[in-house]
T-cell receptor, first 114, second 115 residues
Framework: AQSVTQLDSQVPVFEEAPVELRCNYS??????LFWYVQYPNQGLQLLLKYLSGSTLVESINGFEAEFNKSQTSFHLRKPSVHISDTAEYFCAVRRGNRDDKIIFGKGTRLHILP | EAGVTQFPSHSVIEKGQTVTLRCDPI?????LYWYRRVMGKEIKFLLH????????ESGMPNNRFLAERTGGTYSTLKVQPAELEDSGVYFC?????????????FGSGTRLTVV
């Protein structure tokens, strides 16, 4: 079975500062990895995904995540955050090559401080 | 294309009553998933439909929950009778079949409050 650990439930960071949201996963099979974001009063949106190939994946709004197989991590980073990045971020995993359920982490609330 | 639609967006019911949540997936998506997030906890998988068949219902909490997807289009999730611990946000997601690299499209959720 797969599982996802997001150790930080909340991360406060000043505007324009860099941020890293940590995610570790466990699985005995190959997996696809995802980051979802939930902005206040909205649904879940896919931020980025790792399927195969380049271990560094990027989103359109400046976030990036790097797949590290040896450390079973998929941390999310942004070099400079904005107030509009205030949201809850969920790391998720799914077995590769299967129409399978996605397993979510507990989420990390990103608080942007002015 | 239209996204995944869920309604109602909010529902407040009394303990012991019945509530039915509805999810309309993206047209043509055979896979439909239900998830739930109880306040302060993780988003938990409930079940997975492939067309009208239940592929995986391992996450359904108990027999007070009944999910259907007649005709393989929209799905309903009925809670009968509702208990206080059923409060939370219920999400629905859909994806096309056989496209395993697709990161599901989620609906905006139904916030259920049982009082």
């Amino acid at each position: 079975a797969q599982s996802v650990t997001q150790l930080d439930s909340q991360v406060p960071v000043f505007e324009e500062a860099p941020v890293e949201l940590r995610c570790n996963y466990s699985s005995s099979v190959s997996v696809y990895l995802f980051w979802y974001v939930q902005y206040p009063n909205q649904g879940l949106q896919l931020l980025l995904k790792y399927l195969s190939g380049s271990t560094l994946v990027e989103s359109i709004n400046g976030f990036e995540a790097e797949f590290n197989k040896s450390q079973t991590s998929f941390h999310l980073r942004k070099p400079s955050v904005h107030i509009s990045d205030t949201a809850e971020y969920f790391c998720a995993v799914r077995r590769g090559n299967r129409d399978d359920k996605i397993i979510f982490g507990k989420g990390t609330r990103l608080h942007i401080l002015p | 294309e239209a996204g995944v639609t869920q309604f109602p967006s909010h529902s407040v019911i009394e303990k012991g009553q019945t509530v039915t949540l509805r999810c309309d997936p993206i047209s043509g998506h055979d896979n439909l998933y239900w998830y739930r997030r109880v306040m302060g906890k993780e988003i938990k998988f409930l079940l997975h439909f492939v067309k009208e068949s239940k592929q995986d219902e391992s996450g359904m909490p108990n027999n007070r929950f009944l999910a259907e997807r007649t005709g393989g289009t929209y799905s309903t999730l009925k809670v009968q009778p509702a208990e206080l611990e059923d409060s939370g946000v219920y999400f629905c997601a859909s994806s096309p079949r056989g496209v395993s690299n697709y990161g599901y499209t989620f609906g905006s959720g139904t916030r259920l409050t049982v009082v």
